[in-house]
């Protein structure tokens, strides 16, 4: 028997967190290896994780590509572009669409191979401790065990389905199936108006499908800043998505060629809805299905999350978990700043990831995205403060795009004018909440975003004038 190959760090998971905490954790000198098992046709390695393969990377190729069809259809003619016999290849969207998520899949594994993270296809495991190392199990093509001194579990989340009402990815979609509908439905219905049913709704609704969203909750995107959630209410209704709010989903009967929804409106009304296929999208559950946690008395909360303290240390010693199968938000880019801090914390430097400075984006049209605090909350929790906003409509450069719906606010602490969110719906909203983020990580005022100098014209500028609304000085507007 061959010796059993060791190393400082091993990491179970590729997706964002993981991948880029194999990365880190290599680049500051550890010995270390990533377990994934995602496979792609042809039995290749689909690094990348939900995000890359049916999260966050394909969504934004078919949320471009429609986009695109939706602006020669509806908005080129503006422009003096005339266009006849404009139709939608969907099997070449989608041929596009796998291919942007194969070159991601590629580029991560360059990415190892370029800072030597020796890789590993396969489901991994934990099979034991011996001495001060764990034995973790890969089941693969090639079955062996590895041993590390410091392990990260980073094996993300799985869709969450109705209960009694299995994914088939034929008429009952998850994420997933939801990027690869094969043809344009004519009825399509979502249960769930959180960031996946509103951009896949959006995705299908402008290639011609009936869209209706079913959503809980009796308030729109309540996460969002209210005034946010009201524009784009308004907005999304205009384009034609239907959003019903309040519902209880009673039951769903899957037939051959459609889906029946029976459910109870917010005014005790009992209704039935017929689909053609239907997406769920009501959350997502921590993934931790075959990782031995029991094997080795790795805690989970009631919920299914793995338990970590501050520092993302679960109740092993050596043992870290980060990302999705964590508290915390669901998003990548939480997840990545993790798996940075997580390596660089087993290197022995100090790291802190600020959850008050996360930014959440939906890729609608127009964008959504926001930092910090909402108004909501801020009256919840009592705090003095001042809103500054201004609508794209006075920007030149968005008049210039044709795009002038939505706006930029700020809100700044009523005392001391330090920023305390900003909250953005309209154009390329999910590149503009970066100088939100910036700011507040750098503690700043309102005062001093809008005293800085932005290019003349950007849509950058309505950042610096809603700043400058906060003290009630836009020059715009």
């Known amino acids: ?114 800072n030597k993270v020796s890789f590993f296809h396969g489901h991994g495991a934990f099979a034991g401790r011996e001495g001060d190392l764990w034995q973790i199990r890969v089941e693969g093509a090639k079955p062996e065990t590895i041993a590390a001194k410091h392990v990260i579990i980073a094996t993300g989340s799985a869709p969450r389905a109705l209960p009694g009402v299995p994914f088939d990815n034929v008429r009952v979609l998850d994420n997933g199936g939801a990027l690869a509908i094969p043809d344009v439905p004519k009825r399509l219905g979502v249960i769930g108006a959180g960031v996946i049913g509103l951009e896949m709704g959006s995705v299908w609704r402008r290639l011609g499908s009936d869209v209706t969203i079913l959503e809980a909750l009796p308030q729109f995107l309540g996460a969002a800043d209210e005034a946010v959630a009201k524009e784009a209410a308004r907005l999304f209704a205009k384009q034609g998505l239907a959003i019903v709010l309040g519902v209880k989903t009673d039951k769903v009967k899957v037939g051959k060629n459609d889906v029946t929804v029976e459910y109870t409106g917010e005014n005790g009304a009992r209704e039935t809805a017929k689909f053609d296929r239907l997406i769920v999208s009501i959350g997502r559950v921590p993934y931790t299905a075959g990782l031995g946690a029991d094997t080795v008395g790795l805690k989970l909360d009631v919920r299914g999350f793995v338990e970590v303290d501050d520092a993302c240390r679960t109740n092993l010693a050596d043992v870290y978990a980060i990302g999705d199968v964590v508290r915390g938000p669901m998003l990548a880019h939480k997840a990545e700043e993790e798996g940075v801090a997580v390596a660089e914390r087993i290197a022995g430097q100090h790291a802190h990831v600020d959850f008050n400075t996360i930014p959440w984006v939906i890729y609608t049209w127009p964008e959504i995205a926001w930092v910090g605090k909402t108004e909501q909350q801020l009256k919840q929790e009592g705090v003095a403060y001042r809103t500054g906003s201004f609508p794209y409509s ?75 609304a906060v003290d009630k000085r836009t020059l715009n507007l």
């Not at 680049?27 to 377990?35: E, V």
């Not at 909203?429 to 100088?435: P, R, T």
């Open 1 to 114: 028997m061959p010796d059993t190959q060791a190393f400082d760090v091993v990491v179970i998971g590729g997706g964002p967190g993981g991948y880029v905490a194999a990365i880190r954790a290599a680049q500051l000198g550890l010995a270390t290896a990533c377990i994934d098992e995602w496979t792609r046709e042809g039995g290749k390695p689909a690094l990348g994780g939900t995000c890359t393969n049916v999260g966050c990377i394909p969504s934004k190729a078919l949320l471009q590509s429609t986009e695109n069809y939706e602006h020669a259809g509806h908005a080129f003619a503006e422009h003096g572009i005339e266009v006849s016999g404009l139709s939608m290849d969907v099997g070449k969207m989608l041929a596009r669409k796998a291919k942007i998520v194969g070159q991601n899949n590629d580029g991560i594994a360059y990415l190892f191979r370029k």
């Open 394 to 468: 006075a920007n030149g450069r968005a008049r210039a795009l044709g795009e002038t719906s939505g706006f930029l606010k700020f809100i700044a602490d009523a005392a001391t004018d330090r920023i305390l969110g900003m909250h953005v719906i309209g154009p390329w909203a999910s590149e503009l909440i970066a100088e939100g983020v910036m700011a507040m990580e750098f503690g700043a005022s309102s005062e001093d975003v809008a005293r800085i100098v932005h290019a003349h014209p950007t849509l950058s500028e309505a950042t610096k004038e809603a700043a400058l």
